[in-house]
């Protein structure tokens, strides 16, 4: 399917580009050292950061991945949410931003060679590097798979652009221009999924038309936990809480260096706390727009 879109859709698309290119040609003033380019200078109000945290988490990946699991699997897909990331943020906020905070780190693997020595700091460096540019392609994947299918556009051509316009304004800003376009990025992801989210419903006729749509495994939570046979995913409530809500979130929300940065950038130690904690709300409320 591919749409047909006028002059004006394509103004606004080409000055989105340029606004957020724009972003970092401005702040480029503000990057004037290390600390500014990779920490935004440690100015960041709680909300600021907070938003940009969050943000950071969210993308193609929200809009696709974690909508078609919710048509595959139904309401089960919040316990990536609710189970797989607000223990962890409160952990991160309550017990880690203290250390992280304190070192005067520019990185979570330059805590790491605090805590241990170099070798930990380069391993976990080039590991985060890698698993970047992994998750970095799927990204530009799904958002290229959205731009050719509703669009039209070349693959290659999606992609490389959209690389092109976030290594510019990155470059050019650090820290600060990411978290700028992150925040507005975040309005227009939410508002976006609101919108689609309550079109949905009204095309399809309420709430409860939907229920009487779907089968009741995918509208339960918890009560097909206890047999595996009996939900989508085929897990059970100890692989939910054991395995999602301890080994993979935890091992995510506290040591992932993309978000974990922006805590780091606030402008002190109860700001950076109340980074993680500001947007774990918006994380709980994410499963009433996505799934």
């Known amino acids: 399917m591919t749409l047909q879109i006028s002059w004006v859709d394509w103004l606004v698309i080409a000055l989105y580009f340029v606004f957020v290119i724009g972003i970092g040609i401005y702040l480029r003033k503000f990057a004037g050292t ?5 920490l935004a200078g440690r100015r960041n109000s709680s909300w600021v950061a907070g938003l940009a945290f969050l943000s950071a988490n969210m993308g193609a990946l929200e809009l696709l991945g974690m909508t078609g699991n919710a048509f595959e699997y139904g309401i089960y897909v919040a316990h990536f949410y609710w189970i797989g990331a607000i223990p962890a943020m409160l952990f991160l906020a309550l017990y880690m931003m203290p250390f992280y905070y304190s070192s005067k780190i520019h990185s979570v693997p330059g805590y ?7 070798k930990t700091r380069v391993l976990n460096a080039i590991a985060f590097a890698f698993m970047t ?3 970095s392609g799927i990204n530009l994947y799904a958002m290229a798979l959205v731009l050719r299918t509703f669009l039209g556009w070349n693959w290659h051509a999606c992609m490389w652009a959209s690389a092109a316009t976030v290594a510019a304004y990155v ?3 650090g820290l600060m221009s990411a978290i700028f376009t992150e925040i507005i990025q975040f309005f227009l992801i939410w508002f976006g999924l609101m919108l689609a989210s309550v079109m949905g419903l009204i095309e399809i ?4 038309e939907l ?10 939570l918890w009560s097909t936990s206890a047999n595996p046979a009996l939900n989508g995913m085929h897990v059970t409530w100890m692989g939910i809480v054991l395995g999602l809500g301890f080994v993979l979130s ?4 506290t040591t992932d260096f993309l978000v974990v940065q922006r805590a780091i950038s606030a402008k002190n130690l109860r700001a950076s706390q109340m980074t993680p904690i500001i947007a774990s709300f918006f994380k709980m409320a994410l499963p009433f727009i996505v799934v």
Do not use: C, H, Q
């Not at 006729?205 to 409860?208: H, R, S």
């Open 112 to 118: 790491l060679k605090l805590r241990f020595d170099e």
């Open 171 to 173: 470059t050019m800003g």
């Open 133 to 135: 540019l992994l998750v």
């Open 250 to 253: 935890f091992g995510y929300w």
């Open 34 to 38: 290390g600390e500014d380019f990779f």
């Open 205 to 208: 006729g309420g709430w409860k």
């Open 211 to 220: 229920f009487a749509r779907i089968p009741d495994s995918m509208s339960a």
